[in-house]
Protein backbone atom coordinates (compact mmCIF):
# COMPACT_ATOMS: atom_id res chain seq x y z
CA UNK A 1 0.00 0.00 0.00
CA UNK A 2 1.28 3.65 -0.77
CA UNK A 3 0.64 5.34 2.32
CA UNK A 4 1.09 9.59 2.76
CA UNK A 5 2.09 10.80 6.24
CA UNK A 6 1.30 14.17 7.11
CA UNK A 7 3.27 14.50 10.18
CA UNK A 8 5.81 12.42 9.14
CA UNK A 9 8.73 13.98 10.72
CA UNK A 10 7.01 14.33 14.28
CA UNK A 11 6.98 11.94 17.16
CA UNK A 12 3.74 10.37 16.30
CA UNK A 13 4.35 10.74 12.69
CA UNK A 14 7.79 9.55 12.62
CA UNK A 15 7.24 6.50 14.76
CA UNK A 16 3.80 5.84 12.47
CA UNK A 17 6.53 6.01 9.04
CA UNK A 18 9.25 3.81 10.63
CA UNK A 19 6.70 1.22 11.47
CA UNK A 20 4.97 0.85 8.42
CA UNK A 21 8.04 1.40 5.84
CA UNK A 22 8.93 -1.98 8.18
CA UNK A 23 5.62 -3.64 7.72
CA UNK A 24 6.33 -3.26 3.70
CA UNK A 25 4.36 -0.61 2.64
CA UNK A 26 5.71 2.51 0.69
CA UNK A 27 5.55 5.51 3.04
CA UNK A 28 5.65 9.01 1.94
CA UNK A 29 6.29 11.51 3.90
CA UNK A 30 5.37 15.40 3.89
CA UNK A 31 8.26 17.07 3.96
CA UNK A 32 8.53 21.50 4.38
CA UNK A 33 12.60 21.68 4.24
CA UNK A 34 15.41 20.44 2.77
CA UNK A 35 16.79 19.39 6.08
CA UNK A 36 13.45 16.93 6.75
CA UNK A 37 13.22 15.86 3.36
CA UNK A 38 17.11 14.06 3.50
CA UNK A 39 16.47 12.92 6.78
CA UNK A 40 13.00 10.74 5.83
CA UNK A 41 15.01 9.88 2.38
CA UNK A 42 17.56 8.18 5.38
CA UNK A 43 14.94 6.10 6.84
CA UNK A 44 13.67 4.65 3.75
CA UNK A 45 10.62 7.21 3.67
CA UNK A 46 10.25 9.17 0.20
CA UNK A 47 9.74 12.64 0.84
CA UNK A 48 6.97 14.77 -0.84
CA UNK A 49 7.32 18.72 -0.46
CA UNK A 50 4.77 21.16 0.68
CA UNK A 51 3.57 22.52 4.07
CA UNK A 52 -0.09 22.98 5.12
CA UNK A 53 0.28 27.27 4.47
CA UNK A 54 0.96 28.18 0.88
CA UNK A 55 1.76 24.90 -0.35
CA UNK A 56 -0.96 23.36 0.74
CA UNK A 57 -2.11 21.85 -2.68
CA UNK A 58 0.81 20.04 -3.51
CA UNK A 59 -0.12 18.12 0.11
CA UNK A 60 -3.78 17.68 -1.40
CA UNK A 61 -1.81 16.53 -4.64
CA UNK A 62 0.05 13.60 -3.06
CA UNK A 63 -3.18 12.75 -1.27
CA UNK A 64 -4.48 11.82 -4.09
CA UNK A 65 -1.53 9.58 -5.65
CA UNK A 66 -1.36 7.85 -2.40
CA UNK A 67 -3.81 4.90 -1.36
CA UNK A 68 -4.32 5.66 2.62
CA UNK A 69 -3.20 9.06 3.42
CA UNK A 70 -2.22 9.60 7.57
CA UNK A 71 -2.73 12.81 9.56
CA UNK A 72 -0.30 12.99 12.17
CA UNK A 73 0.61 16.62 12.61
CA UNK A 74 0.62 19.19 14.93
CA UNK A 75 -0.27 22.07 13.20
CA UNK A 76 -2.15 25.53 13.84
CA UNK A 77 -5.96 25.74 14.16
CA UNK A 78 -5.91 27.47 11.09
CA UNK A 79 -3.50 25.39 9.06
CA UNK A 80 -5.47 21.88 10.90
CA UNK A 81 -8.72 23.43 9.93
CA UNK A 82 -7.89 24.10 6.04
CA UNK A 83 -6.10 21.00 5.25
CA UNK A 84 -8.83 19.02 6.77
CA UNK A 85 -11.42 20.82 4.75
CA UNK A 86 -8.87 20.65 1.50
CA UNK A 87 -8.39 16.23 2.54
CA UNK A 88 -11.99 16.00 2.52
CA UNK A 89 -13.52 17.41 -0.20
CA UNK A 90 -10.40 16.21 -2.11
CA UNK A 91 -10.72 12.98 -1.98
CA UNK A 92 -14.68 12.55 -1.33
CA UNK A 93 -15.70 9.32 -3.73
CA UNK A 94 -12.26 8.14 -3.84
CA UNK A 95 -12.66 5.45 -1.16
CA UNK A 96 -9.57 5.63 -0.28
CA UNK A 97 -8.51 5.53 3.15
CA UNK A 98 -8.22 8.77 5.44
CA UNK A 99 -6.88 8.10 9.22
CA UNK A 100 -6.87 11.29 11.59
CA UNK A 101 -4.79 11.75 14.46
CA UNK A 102 -6.17 13.39 17.29
CA UNK A 103 -5.79 12.94 21.31
CA UNK A 104 -7.65 12.85 24.47
CA UNK A 105 -6.88 16.99 24.75
CA UNK A 106 -11.03 17.44 23.30
CA UNK A 107 -12.40 15.88 26.58
CA UNK A 108 -9.83 17.23 29.06
CA UNK A 109 -11.43 18.67 32.30
CA UNK A 110 -10.01 21.52 33.80
CA UNK A 111 -9.82 20.11 37.42
CA UNK A 112 -6.87 21.95 38.83
CA UNK A 113 -5.09 18.60 40.03
CA UNK A 114 -8.14 16.97 41.56
CA UNK A 115 -9.33 13.68 40.54
CA UNK A 116 -12.39 12.94 38.04
CA UNK A 117 -14.45 10.31 38.01
CA UNK A 118 -15.56 10.74 34.43
CA UNK A 119 -13.87 8.02 32.14
CA UNK A 120 -15.17 7.90 28.19
CA UNK A 121 -16.09 5.88 25.59
CA UNK A 122 -15.41 6.39 21.68
CA UNK A 123 -19.27 6.24 21.89
CA UNK A 124 -19.83 8.74 25.15
CA UNK A 125 -21.13 12.25 24.66
CA UNK A 126 -18.70 14.84 26.34
CA UNK A 127 -18.58 18.82 26.53
CA UNK A 128 -15.01 19.74 24.18
CA UNK A 129 -12.36 21.34 26.03
CA UNK A 130 -12.91 25.33 24.51
CA UNK A 131 -9.21 24.94 23.31
CA UNK A 132 -9.70 21.96 21.53
CA UNK A 133 -12.61 23.09 19.57
CA UNK A 134 -10.64 23.32 16.36
CA UNK A 135 -9.69 19.76 16.93
CA UNK A 136 -13.23 18.07 17.42
CA UNK A 137 -14.27 20.13 14.87
CA UNK A 138 -11.30 18.66 12.73
CA UNK A 139 -12.82 15.01 13.80
CA UNK A 140 -16.36 16.04 13.41
CA UNK A 141 -15.08 16.75 9.55
CA UNK A 142 -13.66 13.62 8.93
CA UNK A 143 -15.87 11.52 10.39
CA UNK A 144 -19.00 13.20 8.32
CA UNK A 145 -16.55 12.39 5.33
CA UNK A 146 -17.34 8.50 5.25
CA UNK A 147 -20.65 9.40 3.63
CA UNK A 148 -19.36 10.95 0.80
CA UNK A 149 -17.32 7.49 -0.22
CA UNK A 150 -13.69 8.08 1.83
CA UNK A 151 -13.22 5.24 4.12
CA UNK A 152 -12.45 8.41 6.73
CA UNK A 153 -11.37 7.40 10.64
CA UNK A 154 -10.17 9.02 13.93
CA UNK A 155 -8.03 7.63 15.89
CA UNK A 156 -8.11 9.46 19.63
CA UNK A 157 -5.36 8.34 21.90
CA UNK A 158 -4.68 9.60 25.29
CA UNK A 159 -1.26 10.70 26.22
CA UNK A 160 1.41 8.84 24.06
CA UNK A 161 4.78 7.59 25.85
CA UNK A 162 7.86 6.24 24.84
CA UNK A 163 11.37 6.70 23.45
CA UNK A 164 11.80 10.49 22.78
CA UNK A 165 8.39 11.75 24.11
CA UNK A 166 7.24 15.29 25.26
CA UNK A 167 4.50 13.87 27.90
CA UNK A 168 3.81 14.48 31.58
CA UNK A 169 6.92 12.46 32.33
CA UNK A 170 9.33 14.41 30.85
CA UNK A 171 7.65 17.77 32.28
CA UNK A 172 7.78 16.47 35.72
CA UNK A 173 12.22 15.59 35.18
CA UNK A 174 12.09 19.55 33.64
CA UNK A 175 10.01 21.27 36.80
CA UNK A 176 12.92 19.99 38.80
CA UNK A 177 15.27 22.04 36.34
CA UNK A 178 13.95 24.97 37.60
CA UNK A 179 12.34 24.30 40.81
CA UNK A 180 14.75 21.58 42.78
CA UNK A 181 11.69 19.21 43.20
CA UNK A 182 9.49 17.10 41.57
CA UNK A 183 6.56 19.11 40.59
CA UNK A 184 2.91 18.33 40.31
CA UNK A 185 -0.52 20.53 40.70
CA UNK A 186 -3.15 20.99 43.39
CA UNK A 187 -3.65 17.43 45.07
CA UNK A 188 -1.91 15.63 41.68
CA UNK A 189 -4.42 13.01 41.77
CA UNK A 190 -5.76 14.52 37.89
CA UNK A 191 -5.29 11.51 35.23
CA UNK A 192 -4.12 11.22 31.57
CA UNK A 193 -5.24 7.91 30.25
CA UNK A 194 -1.96 7.13 28.44
CA UNK A 195 -0.68 4.24 25.87
CA UNK A 196 2.57 3.42 24.46
CA UNK A 197 3.87 4.91 20.93
CA UNK A 198 4.39 1.06 19.53
CA UNK A 199 0.48 0.54 20.49
CA UNK A 200 -0.28 3.63 18.62
CA UNK A 201 1.37 2.22 16.17
CA UNK A 202 0.14 -0.71 16.39
CA UNK A 203 -4.04 0.14 15.98
CA UNK A 204 -2.88 2.72 13.12
CA UNK A 205 -1.73 -0.60 11.17
CA UNK A 206 -5.26 -2.52 12.45
CA UNK A 207 -7.14 0.48 11.34
CA UNK A 208 -5.46 0.65 7.66
CA UNK A 209 -6.66 -3.33 7.18
CA UNK A 210 -10.00 -3.71 8.57
CA UNK A 211 -11.74 0.00 10.05
CA UNK A 212 -14.59 0.96 9.41
CA UNK A 213 -15.39 4.93 7.53
CA UNK A 214 -16.47 6.78 10.23
CA UNK A 215 -14.82 4.85 12.91
CA UNK A 216 -13.52 6.19 16.02
CA UNK A 217 -11.12 4.67 18.22
CA UNK A 218 -9.63 5.38 21.39
CA UNK A 219 -5.94 4.00 23.03
CA UNK A 220 -5.48 3.56 26.12
CA UNK A 221 -3.56 1.62 28.20
CA UNK A 222 -3.31 2.29 31.49
CA UNK A 223 -3.75 5.74 34.14
CA UNK A 224 -0.96 7.24 36.45
CA UNK A 225 -2.05 10.09 38.63
CA UNK A 226 0.82 13.28 38.45
CA UNK A 227 0.96 12.88 42.22
CA UNK A 228 2.33 9.11 41.65
CA UNK A 229 4.70 10.59 38.43
CA UNK A 230 6.09 13.72 41.09
CA UNK A 231 7.14 11.07 43.79
CA UNK A 232 8.82 8.16 41.93
CA UNK A 233 10.77 11.44 39.88
CA UNK A 234 11.64 12.60 43.23
CA UNK A 235 12.49 9.27 44.21
CA UNK A 236 15.35 8.65 41.18
CA UNK A 237 16.95 11.80 41.74
CA UNK A 238 16.88 12.08 45.80
CA UNK A 239 14.58 15.30 45.31
CA UNK A 240 10.97 16.18 47.26
CA UNK A 241 8.14 16.13 45.46
CA UNK A 242 6.07 19.35 45.71
CA UNK A 243 2.74 20.45 45.04
CA UNK A 244 2.36 24.06 42.80
CA UNK A 245 -0.88 26.68 42.55
CA UNK A 246 -2.00 26.79 39.15
CA UNK A 247 -0.08 29.99 39.32
CA UNK A 248 2.71 28.69 40.04
CA UNK A 249 2.50 26.15 37.58
CA UNK A 250 2.24 28.22 34.53
CA UNK A 251 5.73 30.05 36.06
CA UNK A 252 7.52 26.00 35.71
CA UNK A 253 5.69 24.74 32.44
CA UNK A 254 4.09 27.80 30.84
CA UNK A 255 0.02 28.63 30.63
CA UNK A 256 -0.55 25.88 28.36
CA UNK A 257 1.95 23.59 29.76
CA UNK A 258 0.45 24.34 33.38
CA UNK A 259 -3.35 23.82 32.13
CA UNK A 260 -2.20 20.55 30.94
CA UNK A 261 -0.67 19.55 33.84
CA UNK A 262 -3.91 20.69 35.73
CA UNK A 263 -5.78 18.75 33.67
CA UNK A 264 -7.75 15.07 33.73
CA UNK A 265 -8.69 13.22 30.50
CA UNK A 266 -9.41 9.50 30.96
CA UNK A 267 -10.70 7.77 28.20
CA UNK A 268 -11.89 3.44 27.52
CA UNK A 269 -11.05 2.18 23.94
CA UNK A 270 -14.03 -0.06 23.91
CA UNK A 271 -14.33 0.23 19.86
CA UNK A 272 -10.87 -0.59 19.03
CA UNK A 273 -11.12 -3.54 20.98
CA UNK A 274 -13.89 -4.78 20.13
CA UNK A 275 -13.93 -4.11 16.55
CA UNK A 276 -10.54 -4.17 15.51
CA UNK A 277 -8.75 -6.56 18.34
CA UNK A 278 -6.62 -4.24 19.40
CA UNK A 279 -5.17 -5.09 22.90
CA UNK A 280 -2.02 -2.93 24.67
CA UNK A 281 1.17 -4.85 24.68
CA UNK A 282 2.71 -1.92 27.21
CA UNK A 283 0.62 -0.39 30.82
CA UNK A 284 3.30 0.71 32.82
CA UNK A 285 4.66 4.10 32.13
CA UNK A 286 6.57 4.55 34.86
CA UNK A 287 9.24 2.26 33.46
CA UNK A 288 10.38 5.01 31.78
CA UNK A 289 11.66 6.60 35.08
CA UNK A 290 15.45 6.77 35.63
CA UNK A 291 16.29 6.79 32.16
CA UNK A 292 19.50 8.94 31.07
CA UNK A 293 17.35 11.50 28.62
CA UNK A 294 14.77 12.74 31.40
CA UNK A 295 17.20 13.12 34.16
CA UNK A 296 19.51 15.29 31.77
CA UNK A 297 15.89 17.22 31.65
CA UNK A 298 16.26 18.23 35.29
CA UNK A 299 19.59 19.83 34.99
CA UNK A 300 19.35 23.57 35.04
CA UNK A 301 20.42 25.16 31.69
CA UNK A 302 21.10 21.69 30.16
Known amino acids: MNIF ?8 GGALARHLTAEGHTVIGLARA ?3 AASLTAQGIIPASGDLDERRPAVVEAAHVADAVIYAAQAGPEQESATVQDLTRALAGTDKTLIFLSGSGVLLQRTAGAWSPDVFAEDDQFTPEPLADFRKAAEDTVL ?5 GLRAMVIRPGLIWGPGDHGHLSMVYQSVAGTGAACYVGQGLNTYSHVHIDDVTRLFTLALEKGRPGGL ?3 VAGETPNRWIAERVAADLGVTARSLTLEEAGSVWGEFGALVMAASSRIRAIRAQHDLGWQPQHADMLTMIGEERLRRLAIPGA
Request: hydrophobic share 55%.
Open 34 to 36: ETA
Open 5 to 12: IIGATGFV
Open 217 to 219: YHA
Open 144 to 148: AAAQD
